[in-house]
Protein backbone atom coordinates (compact mmCIF):
# COMPACT_ATOMS: atom_id res chain seq x y z
CA UNK A 1 0.00 0.00 0.00
CA UNK A 2 1.26 3.69 -1.27
CA UNK A 3 1.59 6.07 2.39
CA UNK A 4 -0.25 9.07 2.01
CA UNK A 5 2.03 12.07 2.94
CA UNK A 6 1.05 14.62 6.12
CA UNK A 7 -1.79 16.96 4.18
CA UNK A 8 -1.12 20.81 4.25
CA UNK A 9 -3.67 22.83 4.98
CA UNK A 10 -6.46 21.34 3.01
CA UNK A 11 -8.43 25.14 2.06
CA UNK A 12 -7.03 25.20 -1.67
CA UNK A 13 -8.02 29.27 -1.56
CA UNK A 14 -9.71 31.34 -4.46
CA UNK A 15 -6.74 32.18 -6.48
CA UNK A 16 -6.85 28.13 -6.76
CA UNK A 17 -10.89 27.42 -7.41
CA UNK A 18 -10.46 29.56 -10.22
CA UNK A 19 -7.28 28.01 -11.77
CA UNK A 20 -9.53 24.78 -11.51
CA UNK A 21 -12.56 26.27 -13.37
CA UNK A 22 -10.05 27.57 -15.99
CA UNK A 23 -8.98 23.79 -16.01
CA UNK A 24 -12.28 22.63 -16.71
CA UNK A 25 -12.98 25.22 -19.38
CA UNK A 26 -9.54 24.47 -20.97
CA UNK A 27 -10.63 20.96 -20.99
CA UNK A 28 -14.47 21.22 -22.44
CA UNK A 29 -12.43 23.79 -25.30
CA UNK A 30 -10.28 20.74 -26.26
CA UNK A 31 -12.93 17.58 -25.79
CA UNK A 32 -12.90 14.34 -26.02
CA UNK A 33 -9.53 14.31 -24.08
CA UNK A 34 -6.64 11.14 -23.11
CA UNK A 35 -5.22 11.36 -20.48
CA UNK A 36 -1.65 10.02 -19.57
CA UNK A 37 -2.36 8.35 -16.30
CA UNK A 38 -0.64 6.86 -13.80
CA UNK A 39 -2.69 7.38 -10.61
CA UNK A 40 -0.63 9.91 -8.84
CA UNK A 41 -1.30 13.22 -7.40
CA UNK A 42 -1.77 15.35 -10.98
CA UNK A 43 -2.42 12.60 -13.61
CA UNK A 44 -5.57 11.40 -11.29
CA UNK A 45 -6.70 15.05 -10.64
CA UNK A 46 -6.78 15.90 -14.10
CA UNK A 47 -8.68 12.56 -15.21
CA UNK A 48 -11.36 13.72 -12.00
CA UNK A 49 -11.74 17.03 -13.74
CA UNK A 50 -12.05 15.87 -16.78
CA UNK A 51 -14.52 13.21 -15.47
CA UNK A 52 -16.92 16.16 -14.03
CA UNK A 53 -16.51 18.33 -16.85
CA UNK A 54 -17.00 16.21 -19.58
CA UNK A 55 -18.34 13.32 -18.51
CA UNK A 56 -17.08 9.79 -18.49
CA UNK A 57 -17.84 8.88 -22.18
CA UNK A 58 -15.43 11.65 -23.60
CA UNK A 59 -12.57 10.81 -21.42
CA UNK A 60 -10.11 8.17 -21.70
CA UNK A 61 -6.97 7.19 -19.30
CA UNK A 62 -4.37 5.28 -20.14
CA UNK A 63 -1.70 3.18 -18.32
CA UNK A 64 0.94 2.54 -19.50
CA UNK A 65 2.50 -0.95 -17.88
CA UNK A 66 6.15 -1.91 -17.55
CA UNK A 67 8.21 -3.79 -15.14
CA UNK A 68 9.73 0.28 -14.50
CA UNK A 69 6.27 0.71 -12.31
CA UNK A 70 5.65 -0.85 -9.08
CA UNK A 71 2.57 -3.14 -8.79
CA UNK A 72 1.03 -1.67 -5.70
CA UNK A 73 1.37 1.65 -7.80
CA UNK A 74 -0.86 0.27 -10.47
CA UNK A 75 -3.07 -1.42 -8.20
CA UNK A 76 -3.81 2.15 -6.43
CA UNK A 77 -4.24 3.81 -10.09
CA UNK A 78 -6.64 1.29 -11.04
CA UNK A 79 -8.85 1.82 -7.31
CA UNK A 80 -8.65 5.57 -7.98
CA UNK A 81 -10.26 5.28 -11.70
CA UNK A 82 -12.85 2.83 -10.19
CA UNK A 83 -13.73 5.40 -7.44
CA UNK A 84 -14.23 8.45 -9.88
CA UNK A 85 -16.22 6.62 -12.72
CA UNK A 86 -12.89 6.86 -15.26
CA UNK A 87 -12.75 5.15 -18.16
CA UNK A 88 -9.31 3.22 -17.79
CA UNK A 89 -7.25 1.29 -20.36
CA UNK A 90 -3.77 -0.46 -20.05
CA UNK A 91 -1.51 -0.93 -22.36
CA UNK A 92 2.29 -2.59 -22.46
CA UNK A 93 4.81 -0.52 -23.07
CA UNK A 94 8.50 -1.65 -23.91
CA UNK A 95 10.86 0.78 -22.91
CA UNK A 96 13.41 -1.76 -21.53
CA UNK A 97 13.85 -2.97 -24.82
CA UNK A 98 15.72 0.05 -26.18
CA UNK A 99 19.22 0.09 -25.08
CA UNK A 100 19.46 3.48 -25.08
CA UNK A 101 16.93 3.47 -22.41
CA UNK A 102 18.73 0.32 -20.78
CA UNK A 103 21.36 2.21 -20.47
CA UNK A 104 20.18 4.64 -17.84
CA UNK A 105 21.90 7.86 -19.50
CA UNK A 106 21.29 11.86 -17.85
CA UNK A 107 17.92 11.62 -20.34
CA UNK A 108 16.69 8.14 -20.02
CA UNK A 109 13.34 9.83 -19.38
CA UNK A 110 13.16 10.65 -22.83
CA UNK A 111 13.93 7.36 -24.03
CA UNK A 112 10.64 6.34 -21.93
CA UNK A 113 8.18 8.92 -22.86
CA UNK A 114 8.77 8.32 -26.30
CA UNK A 115 8.04 4.70 -25.78
CA UNK A 116 4.82 5.90 -23.87
CA UNK A 117 3.81 8.29 -26.28
CA UNK A 118 4.58 6.85 -29.37
CA UNK A 119 1.64 3.96 -28.24
CA UNK A 120 -0.84 6.43 -26.86
CA UNK A 121 -0.67 9.58 -29.71
CA UNK A 122 -2.03 6.93 -32.47
CA UNK A 123 -4.69 5.72 -29.89
CA UNK A 124 -5.92 9.41 -28.89
CA UNK A 125 -5.85 10.53 -33.08
CA UNK A 126 -7.76 7.24 -34.21
CA UNK A 127 -10.41 8.12 -31.24
CA UNK A 128 -10.33 11.72 -32.62
CA UNK A 129 -9.26 12.81 -28.60
CA UNK A 130 -6.84 15.59 -27.29
CA UNK A 131 -4.27 13.80 -25.61
CA UNK A 132 -2.76 15.43 -22.51
CA UNK A 133 -0.58 14.14 -19.03
CA UNK A 134 0.08 15.59 -15.90
CA UNK A 135 2.76 18.19 -16.15
CA UNK A 136 1.97 20.66 -13.55
CA UNK A 137 3.21 24.29 -13.39
CA UNK A 138 6.06 23.47 -10.60
CA UNK A 139 7.30 20.83 -13.34
CA UNK A 140 8.56 23.55 -15.65
CA UNK A 141 11.27 24.47 -14.11
CA UNK A 142 12.30 21.26 -13.46
CA UNK A 143 15.24 19.25 -15.21
CA UNK A 144 12.70 16.68 -17.29
CA UNK A 145 14.37 15.38 -20.04
CA UNK A 146 11.21 13.65 -20.64
CA UNK A 147 8.93 17.11 -21.78
CA UNK A 148 11.03 17.02 -25.15
CA UNK A 149 9.11 13.89 -26.02
CA UNK A 150 5.96 15.23 -24.96
CA UNK A 151 5.92 18.03 -26.94
CA UNK A 152 7.43 15.94 -30.41
CA UNK A 153 4.37 13.82 -30.20
CA UNK A 154 1.56 16.68 -29.24
CA UNK A 155 0.98 15.81 -25.68
CA UNK A 156 -0.71 18.87 -24.01
CA UNK A 157 0.04 20.06 -20.32
CA UNK A 158 -3.48 21.53 -19.30
CA UNK A 159 -2.58 22.04 -15.76
CA UNK A 160 0.59 23.99 -16.58
CA UNK A 161 -1.40 26.24 -19.02
CA UNK A 162 -3.60 27.11 -16.58
CA UNK A 163 -1.19 27.72 -13.71
CA UNK A 164 -1.90 24.69 -11.22
CA UNK A 165 0.78 24.06 -9.10
CA UNK A 166 1.59 20.53 -7.00
CA UNK A 167 0.00 21.99 -3.43
CA UNK A 168 -3.32 23.86 -5.23
CA UNK A 169 -3.31 20.49 -7.03
CA UNK A 170 -2.79 18.75 -3.46
CA UNK A 171 -5.48 20.69 -1.91
CA UNK A 172 -8.04 21.11 -4.96
CA UNK A 173 -7.89 16.72 -4.54
CA UNK A 174 -8.52 16.59 -1.17
CA UNK A 175 -11.60 19.01 -1.46
CA UNK A 176 -12.97 16.26 -3.72
CA UNK A 177 -12.10 13.29 -1.89
CA UNK A 178 -9.19 12.00 -3.98
CA UNK A 179 -7.44 9.28 -2.06
CA UNK A 180 -4.02 10.36 -3.82
CA UNK A 181 -4.74 13.88 -2.41
CA UNK A 182 -1.94 13.63 0.10
CA UNK A 183 0.30 10.57 -1.47
CA UNK A 184 4.02 11.03 -1.88
CA UNK A 185 5.94 11.71 -5.56
CA UNK A 186 6.71 8.13 -6.58
CA UNK A 187 8.76 8.35 -9.86
CA UNK A 188 9.53 4.83 -12.00
CA UNK A 189 11.42 1.80 -9.95
CA UNK A 190 14.46 2.82 -12.48
CA UNK A 191 14.58 6.62 -11.66
CA UNK A 192 16.23 4.91 -7.98
CA UNK A 193 19.31 3.19 -10.51
CA UNK A 194 22.68 5.72 -10.57
CA UNK A 195 22.83 7.22 -14.26
CA UNK A 196 24.89 4.69 -16.03
CA UNK A 197 23.73 1.44 -13.98
CA UNK A 198 22.02 -0.60 -16.99
CA UNK A 199 18.03 -1.01 -15.84
CA UNK A 200 17.40 -4.62 -15.85
CA UNK A 201 14.38 -6.67 -15.01
CA UNK A 202 16.25 -7.85 -12.12
CA UNK A 203 17.30 -4.45 -10.89
CA UNK A 204 14.15 -3.54 -11.15
CA UNK A 205 12.22 -5.96 -9.40
CA UNK A 206 14.67 -5.55 -6.59
CA UNK A 207 14.03 -2.17 -6.02
CA UNK A 208 10.47 -3.14 -5.62
CA UNK A 209 10.87 -5.38 -3.51
CA UNK A 210 13.01 -3.56 -1.10
CA UNK A 211 11.33 -1.09 -0.85
CA UNK A 212 8.83 -3.04 0.50
CA UNK A 213 11.20 -4.60 3.14
CA UNK A 214 12.03 -3.32 6.44
CA UNK A 215 15.42 -0.71 6.05
CA UNK A 216 17.44 -4.18 7.33
CA UNK A 217 16.51 -6.22 4.91
CA UNK A 218 16.76 -3.44 1.81
CA UNK A 219 20.38 -2.44 2.09
CA UNK A 220 21.18 -6.14 1.86
CA UNK A 221 19.57 -6.69 -1.40
CA UNK A 222 19.87 -3.56 -3.06
CA UNK A 223 24.25 -4.56 -2.27
CA UNK A 224 23.27 -7.49 -3.42
CA UNK A 225 21.40 -6.91 -7.05
CA UNK A 226 23.33 -3.72 -7.75
CA UNK A 227 27.11 -5.02 -7.61
Not at 50 to 79: H, I, K, N, T
Not at 158 to 168: N, Q, R, S, Y
Amino acid sequence: MIADVPPPAADPGPDALARERALAAWLRAHAPVLVGYSGGVDSAYLAAVAVDALGPDDVLAVVGRSASYPAAQWEAARDAARAMGLPLLEIDTRELDDPRYAANPSNRCYFCKTELWSRLAPLARERGMTIVDGTNADDLADHRPGARATAEHGVRSPLADVGLGKDDIRRLSARRGLSSAWRPSSPCLASRLPYGTAVTPARLEAVELAEALPRTESGKLLRRELA
